[in-house]
């Protein structure tokens, strides 16, 4: 007979499933990639608006069907064509999947791809204890000892009173470890037995006794003696009370260890028992979980523990782990007394949590989230799916279960959490190449716009439509290459900083429309190759050719640049990368010195045009590194002075002054304790003095 208490959806697995369906939020890259998209699409628009409709009123009735509104369309459109990049997601896709066959050599499977680049934001990595951080596995500690007898001794007394074949966790981490350390179990014809000894009697497990009990014969002697295994004031009573016992019990549950107490009968009397000692359990951390938190903590990533165990034992789990202890219990999560801002400063301060059920996994990872940290969870159950999912990047481990692995965006298929470390490293380097393509595409894109604006507004010349479109293709495919390209990876976590993207693509932009229009200038009122529309003669059309092969150069060299926020010689690109741009470049060169698409030009002037391009992207260059020193939060809260920025600048000043004022604080210890030791010296002296003087009196009487 039972008594059904909750069904569906109220029960446990049926919560944790809820937490899951209703995550379904749109990813952080997403929402980048429409930014970005959206406001190249917006200044076409409008610009090529103004153009259209400039265009139909300035040619309205002119001759040759000039002033038609097909004939005007069709110019605007190729423009419109040009401009907007639709090679953006293409290139941004690739670099992504390169990365993610990259981790997959490592035995890191990427679920969704844009968890490759999410990965390189996240800064507070969140993860479940058993199983994660832990092997799931529970094993022998530092035991107790009494009476002399040593870990062996205590190991090979555990053995003789454990169950052979059951089932039990502790019986199987008793077994385990007696035999991996014990000499006398290793080489044995029969797997329950114990050379030398013999079990004759064996009572197991008993609620009601909570201990296990054997009768060993000793085959070398003969003799006969009982051993007990069980709860530890169980065994201390046995043994007739034992104070030392007691505390050492006591200090092991301090550290949050499960102890066990085994003794056995003294020689000759099978009714006198004497306490061995007491075995101490825990389920201990995987070999590499201490490394990786603290090469994530060296990467700017705090790891934060969360598990449903007792607050003793993740704190004892910390320690080991080299973690701050500084734990919270799950009401802390659920405190009626506190706001949520209060509630959400102490999960950025804390370390861990601990007594926690699914719905407070998902709320660690929200709180966070709310707070514009990105997110990363890992973990194995089923009760860690709804963080798994509801995390920027969810990462299931090795052995993890079929819920877990459905909610992930991550899996890894190897023990361990070492390539977490990898995982980071080629996240953050696939970053690096997708925000120098980035701002290469947008300083392309404003440049393009701010040119042929204004030399379609003031001279109404633009290039024929298959040079636009020759340009678009040739520079977007020959960007692909850049998912291969050399990457300086960050120490901290990277950040999509899309006003800073915009200003820096804007004042990029611009220099390159000045050399623009020095180019046009120059070869239209020195050389003679004036502005003239497709109308006119095919020799005549000369400056097309100049102003293709400079257009297509002058941005495309400028990716040289947007690789790093420092001097581009810092990381020099990859062999290929840097072939395949030039390679690109040279082919528009060999188009405008041998004809054919566009006229002839001589390949002298021709030649000059690319070097300039290519001189042109160093001194720009140096124009971006000035941008980045003096680019800072408090200048884009000045100049752009939304609420939640001034809010935050506000913050960020109230920090600095008391960190100001701790800093002067133990500043004016420091002095006290200087001068303290200082006094001290001098109050010596005397006394030396005093005690030399004492000693050569003493000296001269003898």
Same mark, same amino acid.
């Given at each position: 007979?039972?008594?059904?208490?909750?069904?569906?959806?109220?029960?446990?697995?049926?919560?944790?499933?809820?937490?899951?369906?209703?995550?379904?939020?749109?990813?952080?890259?997403?929402?980048?990639?429409?930014?970005?998209?959206?406001?190249?699409?917006?200044?076409?628009?409008?610009?090529?608006?103004?153009?259209?409709?400039?265009?139909?009123?300035?040619?309205?009735?002119?001759?040759?069907?000039?002033?038609?509104?097909?004939?005007?369309?069709?110019?605007?459109?190729?423009?419109?064509?040009?401009?907007?990049?639709?090679?953006?997601?293409?290139?941004?896709?690739?670099?992504?999947?390169?990365?993610?066959?990259?981790?997959?050599?490592?035995?890191?499977?990427?679920?969704?791809?844009?968890?490759?680049?999410?990965?390189?934001?996240?800064?507070?990595?969140?993860?479940?204890?058993?199983?994660?951080?832990?092997?799931?596995?529970?094993?022998?500690?530092?035991?107790?000892?009494?009476?002399?007898?040593?870990?062996?001794?205590?190991?090979?007394?555990?053995?003789?009173?454990?169950?052979? +074949?059951?089932? &039990?966790?502790?019986?199987? $981490? #008793?077994?385990?470890? *007696?035999?991996?350390? /014990?000499?006398? @179990?290793?080489?044995?014809?029969?797997?329950?037995?114990?050379?030398?000894?013999?079990?004759?009697?064996?009572?197991?497990?008993?609620?009601?006794?909570?201990?296990?009990?054997?009768?060993?014969?000793?085959?070398?002697?003969?003799?006969?003696?009982?051993?007990?295994?069980?709860?530890?004031?169980?065994?201390?009573?046995?043994? +007739?009370?034992? &104070?030392?016992?007691?505390? $050492? #019990?006591?200090?092991? *549950?301090?550290?949050? /260890?499960?102890? @066990?107490?085994?003794?056995?009968?003294?020689?000759?009397?099978?009714?006198?028992?004497?306490?061995?000692?007491?075995?101490?359990?825990?389920?201990?951390?995987?070999?590499?979980?201490?490394?990786?938190?603290?090469?994530?903590?060296?990467?700017?990533?705090?790891?934060?523990?969360?598990?449903?165990?007792?607050?003793?034992?993740?704190?004892?789990?910390?320690?080991?782990?080299?973690?701050?202890?500084?734990?919270?219990?799950?009401?802390?999560?659920?405190?009626?007394?506190?706001?949520?801002?209060?509630?959400?400063?102490?999960?950025?301060?804390?370390?861990?949590?601990?007594?926690?059920?699914?719905?407070?996994?998902?709320?660690?990872?929200?709180?966070?989230?709310?707070?514009?940290?990105?997110?990363?969870?890992?973990?194995?159950?089923?009760?860690?799916?709804?963080?798994?999912?509801?995390?920027?990047?969810?990462?299931?481990?090795?052995?993890?279960?079929?819920?877990?692995?459905?909610?992930?965006?991550?899996?890894?298929?190897?023990?361990?959490?070492?390539?977490?470390?990898?995982?980071?490293?080629?996240?953050?380097?696939?970053?690096?190449?997708?925000?120098?393509?980035?701002?290469?595409?947008?300083?392309?894109?404003?440049?393009?716009?701010?040119?042929?604006?204004?030399?379609?507004?003031?001279?109404?010349?633009?290039?024929?439509?298959?040079?636009?479109?020759?340009?678009?293709?040739?520079?977007?495919?020959?960007?692909?290459?850049?998912?291969?390209?050399?990457?300086?990876?960050?120490?901290?976590?990277?950040?999509?900083?899309?006003?800073?993207?915009?200003?820096?693509?804007?004042?990029?932009?611009?220099?390159?429309?000045?050399?623009?229009?020095?180019?046009?200038?120059?070869?239209?009122?020195?050389?003679?190759?004036?502005?003239?529309?497709?109308?006119?003669?095919?020799?005549?059309?000369?400056?097309?050719?100049?102003?293709?092969?400079?257009?297509?150069?002058?941005?495309?060299?400028?990716?040289?640049?947007?690789?790093?926020?420092?001097?581009?010689?810092?990381?020099?690109?990859?062999?290929?990368?840097?072939?395949?741009?030039?390679?690109?470049?040279?082919?528009?060169?060999?188009?405008?010195?041998?004809?054919?698409?566009?006229?002839?030009?001589?390949?002298?002037?021709?030649?000059?045009?690319?070097?300039?391009?290519?001189?042109?992207?160093?001194?720009?260059?140096?124009?971006?590194?000035?941008?980045?020193?003096?680019?800072?939060?408090?200048?884009?809260?000045?100049?752009?002075?939304?609420?939640?920025?001034?809010?935050?600048?506000?913050?960020?000043?109230?920090?600095?002054?008391?960190?100001?004022?701790?800093?002067?604080?133990?500043?004016?210890?420091?002095?006290?304790?200087?001068?303290?030791?200082?006094?001290?010296?001098?109050?010596?002296?005397?006394?030396?003095?005093?005690?030399?003087?004492?000693?050569?009196?003493?000296?001269?009487?003898?």
């Amino acid at each position: 007979m039972a008594v059904v208490t909750k069904t569906g959806g109220n029960t446990f697995i049926g919560r944790a499933a809820n937490l899951i369906s209703i995550t379904t939020e749109e990813g952080h890259f997403q929402k980048v990639i429409n930014r970005i998209g959206n406001f190249l699409i917006l200044i076409t628009v409008v610009l090529v608006l103004i153009i259209l409709i400039y265009q139909l009123v300035h040619f309205h009735g002119a001759p040759n069907k000039k002033g038609d509104f097909i004939t005007i369309l069709g110019k605007v459109l190729v423009l419109t064509v040009a401009a907007i990049p639709v090679g953006l997601p293409t290139v941004m896709s690739v670099t992504m999947a390169v990365g993610a066959k990259q981790l997959a050599a490592k035995k890191v499977i990427v679920k969704r791809l844009t968890a490759v680049e999410e990965m390189a934001s996240v800064s507070v990595l969140c993860s479940d204890k058993t199983g994660t951080l832990t092997l799931n596995e529970l094993t022998f500690d530092e035991p107790y000892l009494a009476n002399d007898y040593s870990s062996d001794d205590i190991l090979l007394y555990s053995y003789l009173a454990a169950e052979a +074949g059951a089932n &039990d966790p502790i019986e199987f $981490a #008793v077994r385990t470890a *007696a035999e991996e350390q /014990l000499e006398i @179990l290793k080489g044995r014809t029969h797997k329950h037995e114990v050379p030398g000894f013999k079990v004759t009697s064996f009572l197991p497990f008993n609620p009601s006794t909570k201990l296990t009990q054997a009768t060993i014969t000793n085959l070398e002697t003969s003799s006969t003696f009982k051993v007990a295994k069980g709860a530890p004031q169980v065994i201390i009573r046995l043994v +007739g009370g034992d &104070d030392d016992a007691v505390r $050492a #019990v006591n200090a092991l *549950a301090k550290r949050g /260890l499960r102890a @066990l107490g085994v003794a056995r009968t003294v020689e000759g009397n099978m009714d006198q028992w004497e306490l061995i000692g007491m075995i101490s359990l825990i389920d201990p951390p995987r070999p590499d979980s201490a490394e990786t938190i603290r090469r994530c903590n060296q990467m700017g990533v705090s790891v934060k523990m969360i598990t449903g165990d007792q607050l003793i034992i993740a704190k004892e789990v910390a320690h080991r782990l080299g973690m701050q202890r500084v734990m919270l219990d799950a009401g802390h999560l659920v405190d009626s007394d506190k706001s949520e801002d209060e509630i959400t400063e102490h999960v950025i301060r804390a370390d861990g949590f601990a007594q926690v059920i699914p719905e407070h996994k998902y709320r660690v990872v929200e709180l966070l989230q709310k707070r514009g940290i990105l997110v990363g969870m890992t973990g194995d159950g089923v009760n860690d799916a709804p963080a798994l999912k509801k995390a920027n990047v969810g990462i299931a481990v090795h052995g993890c279960t079929d819920a877990a692995r459905s909610a992930a965006d991550i899996v890894l298929l190897a023990p361990g959490l070492s390539t977490i470390v990898d995982g980071l490293m080629t996240s953050r380097a696939i970053f690096q190449r997708m925000r120098s393509y980035a701002l290469y595409r947008i300083t392309s894109t404003v440049h393009f716009l701010m040119f042929f604006f204004i030399v379609v507004m003031a001279y109404d010349w633009s290039l024929p439509a298959h040079l636009l479109i020759l340009i678009c293709i040739l520079n977007d495919l020959a960007t692909l290459v850049i998912a291969v390209d050399n990457a300086q990876i960050s120490i901290h976590p990277d950040k999509w900083r899309i006003g800073q993207l915009i200003t820096m693509s804007i004042i990029l932009g611009s220099c390159l429309t000045a050399l623009s229009f020095a180019h046009f200038f120059t070869f239209w009122k020195h050389f003679g190759y004036a502005p003239v529309d497709d109308t006119a003669p095919y020799d005549d059309r000369k400056l097309e050719s100049i102003m293709y092969l400079h257009v297509s150069s002058a941005p495309h060299f400028v990716i040289f640049s947007t690789r790093l926020t420092g001097y581009f010689w810092e990381n020099l690109p990859s062999p290929i990368f840097a072939a395949v741009i030039i390679g690109t470049q040279i082919i528009a060169l060999l188009m405008v010195i041998f004809g054919g698409l566009t006229p002839k030009v001589p390949a002298g002037q021709a030649i000059v045009v690319l070097l300039i391009s290519f001189m042109y992207f160093i001194l720009l260059d140096f124009v971006k590194v000035q941008i980045f020193k003096l680019w800072s939060f408090e200048l884009t809260a000045t100049f752009v002075p939304t609420s939640v920025r001034r809010h935050k600048l506000a913050d960020r000043k109230a920090a600095k002054i008391q960190q100001e004022r701790v800093w002067g604080s133990v500043d004016k210890v420091r002095k006290i304790a200087v001068m303290a030791a200082v006094v001290s010296s001098f109050q010596e002296k005397p006394l030396h003095a005093e005690h030399h003087a004492e000693h050569h009196a003493v000296e001269e009487v003898k």
